[in-house]
């Protein structure tokens, strides 16, 4: 299996003419492309494509046609991998020259398999491969690619952030202009309600509440990405960016505030001296 998280959201209604000649299935959430018993794409719609059992050279080729399809992605927020930035997971998260985020993971049959599955530290062992075993590591794997790319986005955000309080720092006022700082504020704002409504990470699916064995495949394969713990790190970046863009802000309506105060002083000095030459 391989996922790769391409975009913030996918519009999957408009995503049919990529899998042409596949059987689609689609849900509010999901779209199955299935070319044959065990070849399936999973598409996402916060943004995250799954392939099972497709080589790499259809991948790219998918990948390509989804491009007039796909949704604006997080308005002003770049994904480039910061330098020497930790890799996480089984199989790393990586990032290729388009800024698309990629993640291997190994779903193995074998006979005599718990019935529940049993999660490794590379792959996923299942007695059989079956849809709704297909659905739970596909999201799962699909989340955590969603997870790294914004994780990616919000490091950089905090890069540029460093920029202006070292400025700060050293010039003694913000040189940011108050229509960007908003603009990071939107981005924030935009990046929290889409992890939490459409990455749905705090949400368990529902097959792993009408299923015993795939909730115990579900627990086990969450705690091997540790999505609990990098949405925690994620919760505090998105914490750490809204405090530093508030200060900016407030730093730069205090210079408004301050000019305007100083023009309107200025004015009423001109309106005096004026009468008294008059």
């Keep these: 299996m391989v996922a790769t998280s391409v975009a913030g959201a996918l519009p999957l209604s408009a995503l049919g003419p990529c899998f042409v000649g ?3 299935k689609t849900s509010r959430t999901q779209l199955v492309a299935q070319y044959g018993p065990d070849e399936l794409v999973l598409c996402y719609d916060f943004g995250a494509v799954v392939f099972v059992n497709i080589e790499p050279a259809r991948q790219k080729a998918l990948l390509a046609r989804r491009g007039e399809h796909m949704s604006e992605d997080e308005p002003g927020v770049r994904i480039d991998r910061a ?3 930790p890799a996480r997971g089984p199989a790393p998260p990586g990032r290729d020259a388009s800024g698309t985020v990629e993640q291997d993971f190994v779903l193995e049959i074998r006979q005599g398999a718990p019935r529940h599955g049993e999660v490794k530290f590379d792959r996923v062992v299942v007695p059989a491969l079956t849809q709704p075993v297909l659905d739970v590591t596909g999201l799962l794997l699909a989340q955590s690619t969603g997870i790294e790319r914004y994780e990616l986005a919000l490091d950089r955000t905090l890069s540029a952030l460093e920029r202006h309080t070292q400025q700060m720092a ?3 006022r913000v040189m940011a202009k108050r229509g ?16 939490i409504g459409k990455l749905a990470l705090l949400d368990k699916p529902d097959l792993a509440w009408e299923s015993e064995p795939l909730d115990a495949l579900h627990n086990q394969l969450r ?12 919760e505090y970046k998105l914490r750490a960016v809204h405090e530093t863009v508030v200060l900016l802000l407030d730093v730069v309506q205090t210079r408004r ?10 004015l009423i000095a001109v309106e005096i001296v004026l009468a008294f030459f008059r």
């Design 223 to 234: 705690t091997m990405l540790e999505l609990d713990d990098r949405f925690h790190a994620v």
């Design 22 to 24: 596949a059987t689609l």
């Design 170 to 172: 050293t010039r003694g």
């Design 257 to 266: 505030t301050f000019l305007l105060e100083a023009t309107i002083v200025i």
């Design 83 to 85: 330098e020497g930035a």
């Design 180 to 195: 960007e700082i908003v603009r990071l504020i939107a981005n924030t704002i935009t990046t929290k309600n889409r992890i």
